[in-house]
């Protein structure tokens, strides 16, 4: 039994089991009981009040006044007997969490009693105080307004005594100072081109959804280490710290049994989720020890990211009922696998066809082949918007750390879609097709499904791979609000699909044929795109090289990958498609330049006093003791038996002053950096280059020595949880 001496550490090993686990219940007896969904809006509106919403969701229709009144007194006799008081617009502004403000039901009604009211003008708007949400200039501050408006897509929800109206956020100005307005407006650019893209195989599509599963990855560690690491508190990952000697070499925990006290917390919080009609299905440990995954049934993008946003909050709260704490950073641990939240993605008709299925037949799968290719060409096009969309302090130190997708956005197919892309392009002719070139193609795309059968290629260190059915956007942060990733996807392949159907309609009106202008397209795609095709390893050295031949961006670092949003096509690009204009883009820029910054000065504020008032101490405290025993020794042994009892000693109390004494400089060092940094505050993107360049590496160094300090202090006086307490304490 190793001898775990914090004092945090102690009173874990004490403390009595937690029993929170509810009793055994199937779970369609309560699944969706706390959502406002179709079924008790059934319940609750009339007919007509219950199409028209119903309308607005299917087919983004405006909801009118006297229906919002209707809605509006449902929702609140619902939510009363769910057990509401009180009522709030949620919504995500830019800060990356989300947001609300509880206003009650209750009206006075002046003879000393009150009623609760809620009527259509409360839902459908409210004017939160927007002037400490960020909006990157947008909103000057004589104008600080901001409105929050109804999203009737995605069903209202009751938690604890609130019920809960999805919002978009919106300035004065009408500009987006959120992530869902972006996301909505991304939906429905990719649901125009491509209902417009499958008029070409099916005139009955009217409508195309964008789909999400996410995959959340998460650690769990015990609250009172937590506690004791003020790292961990304030910055989300551990700053300091050795790593643990045994860490995920053995493999011994993906999949593995699930403890206990893990398997408690989780059944309690996928209860939480399915109450809110969340539809989580997968749980498993991950690859590092206390890492896990939760995943759900995937679900119209807007809807799953609204999901998605409020199980990252339901993890937190039930975690602290079980005297857990979550991690939700990229990379918590040094030397352990980060977290990251796979992004599954599809289209799929009103028609119930998934575009990325291959079908039965050539015609269905010349239908795939279409918007297979197309993805294809739109990454190609556009590796660094969907970059840029990722970028995050955080996830800075996952992307190409060997163990997360690289930053270099490339797209993984599998061998044998690569085999028929190839094959594609060389059988494709240039000038009309004779009836026997058809009949060959025709062969050839019918054989997609056999091929896909056994296509069980799993390369994981691609960053966008498809998997089947779906493409899977795997470098998005596990911290992540998934609208930023799924927004910049969905427009760039708004923009993709549109550019297509020009062209091919281009090639009928020059005579081709349907099939021949949509098969010489996709020809032309698979030639311009070849570069952004990579099957190989995305860990390794050699891709860095290759990826560079290919002329491929290699975006290592935020401030970096956020430079483009300020290129002029880039903010063309969303603008045309109505997403974002130029002005929110680049508001949205300056967002991320000082959410990134502010990140890296919280973190440089606590390794300076981590470094100053627990690690220098502690070691100066050790170093004492080593001297004070020396002392003793020479007092009672004779010269010579003195050398040698004390080398030892002597040797700890210099190798000690040497790491005190770099630590000390380059704690001095990191300051005066940060006052350089910090004084360059007018140019956001120039102040976070310096901490990406100068205060991070001091950061590092400063760990180096501190953790070997780790190593030769005695473990009774070290003031911080160590790594391994932090995650082997199931
Ligand atoms: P993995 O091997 O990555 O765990 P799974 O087959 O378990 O892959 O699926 C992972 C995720 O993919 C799940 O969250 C699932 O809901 C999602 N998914 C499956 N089909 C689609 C689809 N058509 N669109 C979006 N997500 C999907
Ligand atoms: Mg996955």
């Known amino acids: 039994m190793p001898t775990f001496r914090s004092k945090a550490f102690e009173d874990v090993l004490h403390r009595k089991p937690l029993h929170h686990n509810p009793p055994s219940r199937k779970i369609s007896d309560f699944y969706g009981v706390d959502t406002f969904g179709p079924h008790v809006m059934r319940e609750y509106l009339t007919e007509e009040a219950y199409r028209k919403v119903m309308d607005a969701i299917d087919n983004g229709t ?25 009522y709030t617009h949620w919504f995500q502004p830019l800060t990356g969490a989300t947001a609300e403000k509880h206003d009650s039901f209750i009206q006075p009604t002046g003879d000393g009693r009150a009623i609760e009211r809620f009527d259509g003008s409360l839902l459908v708007q409210q004017e939160p105080d927007a002037s400490s949400f960020p909006s990157g200039g947008i909103r000057n501050t004589f104008e600080a307004r901001g409105y929050t408006l109804w999203d009737p897509s995605s069903p209202a929800f009751v938690i604890g005594n609130t019920l809960c109206i999805p919002t978009i956020f919106i ?16 939906l429905y650019a990719v649901d125009r081109a491509a209902s417009s893209v499958c008029q070409y195989f099916d005139r009955n599509v009217t409508k195309v959804n964008a789909t999400l599963g996410w995959e959340q990855e998460y650690f769990l560690v015990d609250a009172a280490l937590y506690n004791a ?16 000697a045994k860490g995920q070499q053995l493999d011994d925990h993906y999949f593995g ?37 939760v995943a759900p049934v995937f679900e119209e993008a807007n809807l799953a990211n609204d999901h998605n946003q409020l199980l990252m909050d339901l993890l937190d709260k039930v975690a602290r009922k079980h005297d857990f704490r979550v991690l939700l950073h990229e990379k918590p641990f040094e030397g352990l696998n980060g977290s990251g939240k796979h992004n599954n993605w599809s289209l799929s008709t009103n028609t119930g066809v998934n575009l990325l299925k291959p079908g039965k037949n050539p015609k269905s799968n010349l239908r795939f082949l279409t918007f297979f290719v197309n993805t294809i060409m739109a990454i190609h096009k556009n590796a660094d918007i969907l970059r840029a969309s990722i970028a995050s302090a955080g996830n800075d130190h996952r992307l190409g750390a060997n163990e997360a997708p690289p930053a270099i956005i490339s797209v993984f197919i599998g061998t044998q879609l690569s085999q028929l892309l190839d094959d594609l392009e060389k059988s494709i002719k240039a000038g009309k097709m004779n009836p026997d070139d058809k009949t060959a193609l025709k062969l050839e795309i019918g054989r997609i499904p056999e091929v896909l059968l056994d296509n069980t290629d ?4 691609s960053p966008f791979a498809f998997t089947g059915n779906k493409w899977e956007f795997r470098a998005v942060g596990s911290a992540a609000n998934c609208a930023n ?5 969905n427009t760039i392949m708004a923009e993709q699909l549109n550019d297509f159907k020009k062209k091919v309609d281009a090639r009928i009106n020059k005579g081709d ?42 975006l290592t670092n935020t401030p970096d990958a956020l430079d483009v949003w300020a290129r002029k096509d880039v903010q063309k690009l969303f603008e045309d498609l109505k997403v974002l204009n130029a ?30 008032n627990h690690i220098i101490p502690t070691a100066i405290a050790y170093q004492t003791r080593l001297v004070d025993n020396v002392r003793g020794l020479k007092e009672i042994m004779s010269a010579s038996d003195f050398k040698q009892a004390s080398s030892t000693q002597m040797k700890l109390i210099r190798e000690i002053s040497g790491h005190l004494t770099a630590v000390k400089d380059l704690v001095d060092e990191l300051i005066e950096q940060r006052a350089k940094a910090d004084g360059v505050e007018a140019d956001v993107r120039e102040q976070a280059q310096t901490y990406a360049n100068n205060l991070m590496p001091i950061m590092n160094a400063i760990r180096e020595h501190s953790d070997r300090l780790e190593m030769l202090i005695d473990d009774e006086l070290w003031p911080l949880p160590k790594l391994r307490e932090l995650l082997f304490t199931r």
């Open 62 to 86: 405006r909801v009118e006044r006297s229906i919002a009144d209707q809605v509006a007194s449902a929702m609140k006799e619902w939510s009363m007997s769910r057990g509401a008081t009180h």
């Open 257 to 293: 049994s699930i403890s206990d006290r893990a398997m408690a917390f989780m059944k309690d919080f996928e209860t939480e989720s399915h109450k809110l009609g969340i539809p989580v299905t997968t749980r498993h440990n991950e690859v590092a020890p206390n890492q896990f995954e």
């Open 171 to 186: 300035s004065y100005t009408g500009h987006a100072l959120d992530y869902k307005m972006p996301l909505l407006k991304a």
């Open 458 to 461: 799993r390369n994981r260190t």
């Open 229 to 244: 690491r003020p790292d961990l508190a304030l910055t989300g990952r551990a700053l300091f710290g050795h790593a643990p």
């Open 485 to 489: 990733a799924m927004t910049a996807l």
């Open 583 to 612: 002005a929110e883009v680049h508001a949205r820029m300056e967002v991320e330049f000082e959410n990134y910054i502010m990140k890296r000065q919280i973190e440089a504020q606590v390794c300076t006093d981590l470094a100053q």
């Open 513 to 554: 044929k349907k099939d021949e202008a949509i098969l010489k397209e996709i020809q032309a795609m698979i030639k311009a795109s070849k570069a952004v095709r990579f099957e190989g390893n995305g860990y390794s050295d050699e891709w860095v090289v290759e990826a560079e031949k290919r002329g491929l961006s290699n």
